[in-house]
């Protein structure tokens, strides 16, 4: 059975120290940022909803898997130090200072990350979030460095290889600096794949490292291992992190298939936020949160990070752990594809791995050699550097934006329903709602389908079927019930009469259906452009013509091709769903599909970030039973089973998706990961 739950550690005493003189580097780490983070959890009713795991302290044996001896010797005689004592050792290190009470709570934040490893991989909660000070990604084997005195994640990453014999651990940093010290310490390690992004201006934004650059992947054995997206510039925004997630991160991770994921979850990456001096709103967060859970068989492990705006802080957190728990995630309207400055690092971040993944090996990219963010020339040809005037300016307009407190997430009563045809044996789990209506007629059923056949709708059965999905999707509509899955007899005929009933149901403001089909054979639907339907379809013919913007085939010749699947789902579909921001999605697994169960339940977790997790699933009866399930598990939550290492997509199949890539980044900005 699969693990439930999500942890949540905290124990004010992280909170007991801070800085005891004047420094203008380190006055922003403060003990508020665990308690509005935590206040807001319970304001909110999300920490009542988690399970509680105390914290324990860390052991000198856990500290030096990632820390020398001498080092954790110094840092152990600072309780007994004077102030003046604590001011000339904090001297030797960068931006990050002492107390007498530090290293009990630097102890006490590698024990809660180490608590959270062990509870995940024992099966005791499925995922979790430590609310942990001082934070740890900066600090290397023998330096405090950024407010940061214990690599608590790369502790914990080397922790769990040891303890839980892991092969492949991932580390997604989202925080707004590079996490050096976590590179430092896995850069020759294959187990371990690093990501980071990090506001870096070229080299002008602290640590101001040349290897926190694109072109730092690693060495010897861990080359590719290592993966660094540079922000040079600030401002960036939603459809930016949303777009480094579709376009490098998500690829590269599914192929590595980790075992565990680990988040060094800093939100100074958020709007507001005095040193990232970004745009990205808290919702966001909520989102790439969703996006990693489909991973490692659902073990997450969030660790807090940076992140110094105190109300961004506590809403971000907020929608992480809500997400954690289940939550539907919140609409992001306004999605329009990655800034120049973005899609330039999109574009050298590929170009650098492009050798050592096979999810970009079939695509044409080369570095930009002279970014735009770097340097302008001026009339007469001389170059010149962008001065810190204007950047200046730039965060200051950033910095006195504001934003709306994020929406309440309500979840319906229900999670899940079923309808089933007759005859069809019921196994599913008894928590999903049972759905069975009265027929349709003929009339009803046929209302707005393309070239209505009355043959078609004949068969008893499909009009006892369609009366099922109708009133299951009214139930999804009237938010009764979140989502739900129909094993229908003819799912194409059905596919269409759904899409008019759900145009029909939808408010004016959400009237936008997302088709996905998966599978042979055409949906009879009217495909216009006033944008109330998007089809997108994988299947092995490339079809006659494409009808409008809101028609996305994508053909995978070769069967079985499951990195093509997945390079199709996560480098076009998702882009292209994201930005259409759909109302409703129906996600149809037709005839003849080949894609297996593990798949298609990845489709459909991946799925429900979209639309308020409002998804209706359509299986073809007859298929498989497994396929029956993996969408009921999945649409209930439960974690998908993991695809295990994946290589390159076959050779054919790659090139095409690189061309329909190509050919659709006119109508989606979201598909841009070139410089235009």
């Known amino acids: ?81 004077t102030l003046e004592e604590l001011i000339e050792f904090t001297k030797q290190y960068g931006d990050v200072y002492f107390h007498p009470n530090i290293y009990h ?26 609310l942990v000070r001082p934070p740890g990604h900066h600090s290397q084997r023998s330096a405090a460095n950024g407010f940061c005195v214990f690599n608590n994640v790369a502790i914990a990453a080397l922790y769990a290889k040891k303890h839980f014999n892991l092969n492949r651990v991932l580390i997604v940093d989202w925080d707004v600096h590079h996490g050096q010290g976590i590179q430092y310490c896995f850069e020759e390690d294959p187990s371990v794949l690093y990501f980071s992004w990090h506001r870096y201006e070229h080299q002008k934004f602290w640590p101001n490292l040349q290897e926190s650059d694109y072109d730092t992947v690693g060495k010897g054995k861990g080359a590719g291992f290592n993966v660094n997206l540079p922000w040079n510039k600030v401002g960036m925004e939603n459809s930016d992190f949303l777009s480094v997630f579709f376009h490098v991160l998500l690829p590269i991770a599914y192929e590595f298939s980790p075992e565990l994921v680990f988040v060094s979850a800093g ?40 992140g ?7 809403q971000s957190v907020c929608q992480t752990v809500q997400t954690l728990l289940g939550d539907p995630a919140p609409l992001l ?30 695509s044409s990219v080369e570095p930009v050699l002279e970014p735009r963010t770097k340097c302008h020339r001026t009339e007469e040809g001389e170059k010149v550097v962008e001065g810190a005037v204007q950047i200046e300016t730039v965060s200051k307009e950033i910095q006195e934006k504001s934003w709306p407190e994020p929406p309440p997430r309500i979840a319906p009563p229900a999670r899940t329903a079923v309808a089933l045809p007759g005859g069809v044996e019921d196994s599913l789990p008894k928590s999903c709602l ?53 094993v229908v007899p003819e799912v ?46 994988v299947c092995s013919k490339e079809p006659e013509d494409r009808k409008s913007k809101f028609h996305v085939p994508v053909c995978l010749k070769s069967s079985g091709d499951t990195a093509g699947f997945l390079h199709a789902v996560l480098g076009l579909l998702l882009p292209v769903a994201y930005e259409y921001s759909p109302g409703l999605v129906l996600a149809v697994l037709g005839e003849n599909c080949s894609i297996g169960p593990a798949a298609w339940a990845q489709l459909v977790s991946l799925l429900q970030g979209l639309a308020q997790g409002q998804i209706l699933a359509l299986v073809q009866q007859g298929s498989e039973a497994d396929n029956i399930r993996a969408a009921v598990t999945s649409l209930l939550g439960d974690p998908c089973p993991p695809l295990g290492p994946l290589g390159a997509a076959l050779l054919e199949n790659g090139q095409a998706l690189e061309r329909d890539r190509q050919n659709l980044q006119t109508h989606w900005g979201m598909l841009q990961t070139k410089k235009s």
């Not at 709570?105 to 995922?127: E, H, I, S």
């Not at 349709?440 to 499909?462: V, Y």
């Not at 194409?492 to 997302?514: E, N, P, W």
Request: overall charge negative.
């Open 105 to 130: 709570c630097a102890k006490m934040a590698v024990g809660a990350t180490l608590q959270l490893v062990d509870n995940v991989m024992n099966g005791k909660v499925r995922n979790g979030m430590a």
């Open 492 to 537: 194409l005929v059905t596919a269409a009469c759904t899409v008019q009933h759900a145009l029909t149901s939808l408010s004016t403001s959400d009237c936008r259906v997302l088709l996905v089909l998966v599978g042979e054979g055409e949906v009879p639907v009217e495909l216009t452009d006033d944008g109330k339907l998007l089809l997108v379809q």
């Open 434 to 486: 049972r759905v069975s209506a009265a027929p349709l007629t003929q009339e009803q059923a046929a209302c707005g389908i393309r070239d209505f056949s009355p043959k078609a709708l004949e068969d008893e059965r499909i009009l006892h079927s369609l009366g099922n999905v109708f009133s299951l999707l009214d139930k999804i509509v009237k938010k009764e019930v979140r989502n739900g899955m129909a």
């Open 333 to 362: 309207p306004g999605l329009c594809g990655p800034c120049e400055s973005a899609a330039e690092s999109i574009q050298n971040v590929r170009a650098a791995q492009q050798q050592y993944w096979g999810c970009i090996k079939h």
């Open 1 to 81: 059975m699969a693990s439930s739950g999500t942890a949540l550690i905290y124990d004010e005493e992280m909170t007991r120290y801070k800085l005891l003189w004047d420094d203008p580097m380190c006055n922003i780490e403060v003990p508020e940022r665990l308690t509005v983070s935590y206040a807001a959890l319970q304001e909110h009713g999300l920490a009542q909803r988690c399970v509680s795991l105390p914290v324990r302290q860390a052991t000198d044996k856990e500290i030096l898997l990632a820390h020398s001896e001498e080092y954790l010797e110094a840092v152990k005689k600072t309780p007994g130090m």
């Open 267 to 306: 939100f100074d990456s958020a709007i507001g936020d005095p040193e990232g001096h970004m745009c990205a709103t808290p919702e966001v967060f909520a989102h790439l949160t969703h996006l990693l859970m489909s991973l490692a068989g659902g073990k997450l492990c969030v660790i807090l990070e940076g």
């Open 308 to 314: 110094y705006n105190l109300k961004s802080l506590a």
